[in-house]
Each structure stands twice: as structure tokens, then as C-alpha cells.
């Protein structure tokens, strides 16, 4: 009998799990739907909606923020980050834990779904850009070399945003 509630329990946590994982999937994929919504363009991927947080004058260190939109009907990877303005470009993902601590970790590459989008953005995945230039602060905008699995490379220009302007985009 004992093994019987252990089989019920099991296959009832099971089947919690696989309808929890569903939904998040599900929710996903409608979120990445709605951010690459109206993009009208030719290449496989799109990258808009971009900016980067303006550093200080001095500060070494800042972070980027950009969609990507896949368009094609196969997934793609973005593999690495270049830009000329900083001695490393690299892709983090900030993650909530428990007791409302946050953690920031690297992240080898980022899967682009197929006819969906991945929004890099503050409290998520972004691009660290690390030992900046002086002259970012100054700057208006800042070219990022993306290079992908199956796109290639990409290069994107955004704009350098102040604090109080964040939060009107």
C-alpha cells in the first residue's frame, strides 16, 4: 500500500511539473512573439530597440540592452560579442534568488527560438561591456559586433542612454 502512494504521489508531482513547464514555454514563446511583432525586414535576424546604459565619466564598466528577432524558422545562437570600445563585451543574465538577492552570471551563448525574440534588458540577460574606452562617456552612440551561429555577423549601433532617460524608453 505503501508503494502505492508513493507511485500516486510521484506521478501527481510528475504531471505538476510537466504543466508548470509547459506554461512557462508557452508564456515564452508568446512574450518573445510580442516583442518582434511588426518587424518588417529581409535579414534572418533583427536587432532593435537598442541602447546602451551611458557610463559616467570614468566609469570602466556599463551595460547593453537590445531585441533580437529570429525570423527564419530555425533557431540561432548568438556565440560572441566585439566591440571597439571596451576591452571585453560579455553576455550576462542577472537572476532573482531567494530572499531577493541577485545574482549576475556569464553566459557562453543565447539560443534565439525560431520565429520568436529574445529581449536582453535590465534584471535579465545583457551585455556587460567591460574596461570602456574614456571616451565612451562622451560618446552618443556605440558599435556592437555581434557574431551568430547561423547569421553570421552583425554589427548594430545604439545609443547611449543616461539614467533618467531609461525610463522613458
Known sequence: ??????????????????LTACGQTHQHK???DTLCNGIQNNQSLVIHQGWVRAPQKGQKITAAYFTICNQTGDQDRLLSIT?????????HETKTLEEDRVSMQ???????????????KPGGYHI?????????????TLTLNLTFENAGPISTKLPLKKSSEEHAH
Open 30 to 32: 508568446q512574450q518573445a
Open 128 to 140: 556587460m561591456l567591460i574596461d570602456l574606452e574614456s571616451d565612451v562617456a562622451s560618446s552618443d
Open 106 to 120: 556569464r553566459v557562453d551563448d543565447l539560443t534565439i527560438p525560431p520565429k520568436a525574440g529574445i529581449a536582453l
Open 1 to 18: 500500500m505503501r508503494n502505492n502512494i508513493i507511485k500516486q504521489c510521484t506521478s501527481v508531482l510528475f504531471a505538476g511539473f510537466c
Open 83 to 91: 566591440t571597439a570600445k571596451a576591452a571585453a563585451a560579455e553576455l
